[in-house]
Every structure is written in C-alpha cells, then in structure tokens.
C-alpha cells in the first residue's frame, strides 16, 4: 500500500480519479465540502493540506481496495512525495505502524504513546502509559459475532434478534456498561478509563475537540447534525482524532471504566441525541451501569504489553 508523506492537490486529484468517484461523492466520503476539494486539486501541488484534511486522506486511502491502490500508485508514480509499498500480502489496507489489528476481534487499535496530555476542562497534566484504543466504535456487526459466541441477549432494537443489514456498520447501542465490559472480556480487552478515552481524543496539547480547537459541528453526529439516528462509525473522516481515531465527537455516548459512584461509570462522546456543547471531550458525564438507550455503546483499549503478548502466542 502506498503511503503519502504531504498530501497536496496532486495527491488528492489522484486519489479521487483512483477511486473513480465525482468531486461530491469524494468530498462526501471525507466530510468536507466540493468546494474545498475543487480548491485543492486546482491550486496542484501548491497547496499543503491541514493535518486534520491529511489524516482524513490517509485513512480514506488506507481503507480502499487494492485496485484503487493500483491505480493511485500508477497516478502518481513521479510525485516524490508517494511512497511505494514495500513488500505487504497484496490482500489490501494493512496496518500502519501506529495501528494494530487485535487478533480476538480483529478490530483496528490506534496506538496512544505513553506521555503527559493535558486533562479536563482545567486542562490538568496527566501521565499515561502506552495503550491501544479502538479505531472505531463497537459496531452492530462486531457485536453479533459476540452474540454468536457466548450466547448473550442481544439488543433490544435487533430484529428477532438479528441485527437489520442496513446498521451493520453503526455503533452498537441499547447495551448496558456490564454488556459493554462483557464484550471488552470476551475479546482480551477492557473499557478505557475515561482518561486514556479523553487522551485519545484530545491529544497532549489539550485541543477542545479532536480536530482542533474550532467548534464544527459538521464533523461529528450530534443533535445539530438533523439526522436523527446513529451513523457509520467511518462516515466523519474530517472529526478524526490526532491518532487517527473516529467518533470521538457525537454518534453515541461511550461506556468508560472509570466508576464515578457506587454503581455509575463516566460515559464519554456526546451522542445524536444531543446537542453539540456536550461533545467536547473533556465534558463529565456518567450513568447507571444498569442503563440502556439508543444512544449509548462503547469501544475497547488494551494495554500496549497485553496486545504485544497476544502476538507472541
């Protein structure tokens, strides 16, 4: 798979044109406008794209299929700034360094560096050690592999208990915080304290959201947004986190396990149903272990020694 060092018009033309889509369907796929898109393949290699523009590209090309790859290397084969792919299984998107594929549930983990990020609405410095979180959001799909697997109720949208094609890809809801930490066992795994979530949501300069510190609520899933429902976990490629991570902002509230009282654990995320003021990260909220709704899920982390001992086996 071939890598971009800077993405500029170049790049970008070549990617659309690789991936055989209209200017609209591309600047939909990455969540921006067709204008901005126009913009940038006219002005060529004049351009330098936002980092934020430039981690949507690099996930939207890491996702395509391995003739996209073949032709967008064709396409840009006299650009220095494309790195061929070296060696790989040609079967698509592999993992990059700061990835791991989870061998229990292979899902994407992002890695999060061990370091001082800047916590909490105060912006607190707190150290953390190396963890991997969840790419995405727990999907419908993932979850009824688990169903599958141990038997466990399934939620209480699913249709005679089989989840409906169409949200396959959505964030799974209607679990409580025990269904979520269930999950997080049975796939090797554990909920992130709310601090890790925050971390790999905010970064270590304390950025208000995940993209940056503009409020956009373009680039999440909140009440705003005039949807009405959950969305695809991959759908907001601009409101990716500084570690590559999706739906850190809105789609659903998100089961943490940090305890806040007796019986109650910190949910983080915002949600669909709600307005974008509490889609900041840093935001506190938190919920009866026992509650379920169609606006809450989860997804899972696991300590960097854990998934490097997975590996070994």
């Known amino acids: ?18 991936s055989r889509m209209s200017t609209a369907e591309f600047a939909t796929r990455l969540g921006v406008s067709d204008r901005m898109v126009s913009k940038w393949e006219q002005r060529k290699d004049t351009i330098k794209l936002r980092p934020v523009n430039q981690a949507a590209l690099d996930t939207f090309l890491a996702r395509c299929a391995p003739d996209v790859h073949e032709r967008f290397a064709s396409l840009t084969s006299s650009l220095d700034t494309v790195l061929p792919t070296q060696g790989g299984s040609g079967r698509g998107p592999q993992p990059t360094q700061h990835q791991a594929r989870h061998p229990n549930d292979g899902k994407m983990m992002a890695l999060v560096e061990g370091g001082t990020f800047l916590s909490g609405e105060e912006n607190r410095p ?21 169903v599958t697997a141990t038997g466990r109720q399934p939620p209480q949208h699913w249709r005679r208990g089989k989840c409906p094609e169409g949200i396959l890809d959505h964030p799974v809801v209607f679990v409580t915080w025990h269904d979520a930490a269930a999950y997080a066992s049975w796939a090797g795994k554990e909920l992130p304290s709310a601090q890790q979530w925050e971390k790999a949501a905010r970064g270590t300069r304390g950025s208000v959201y995940p993209w940056g510190d503009q409020p956009t609520p373009a680039k999440c899933n909140s009440r705003e947004s005039g949807i009405g429902s ?17 739906d850190l902002c809105g789609n659903t509230w998100e089961w943490c396990s940090t305890r806040s009282d007796p019986g109650r654990y910190e949910l983080k995320a915002g949600a669909w149903t709600s307005p974008f003021s509490r889609a900041k990260p840093a935001v506190f909220n938190d919920a009866s272990a026992e509650m379920l709704d169609d606006d809450t899920g989860f997804r899972c982390c696991v300590s960097e020694s854990a998934i490097q001992s997975l590996g070994e086996r």
């Open 126 to 146: 707190i150290w953390l050690p190396t963890f991997y979180i969840d790419v995405y959001p727990v999907t419908n799909n993932d979850y009824a592999r688990f």
């Open 1 to 18: 798979m071939a890598t971009v060092e800077q993405w500029t018009g170049l790049e970008v033309r070549a990617l659309r044109e690789a």
């Open 230 to 246: 959950t969305t695809p976990v991959s759908r907001y490629h601009s409101g990716v986190s500084p570690y590559g991570v999706y």
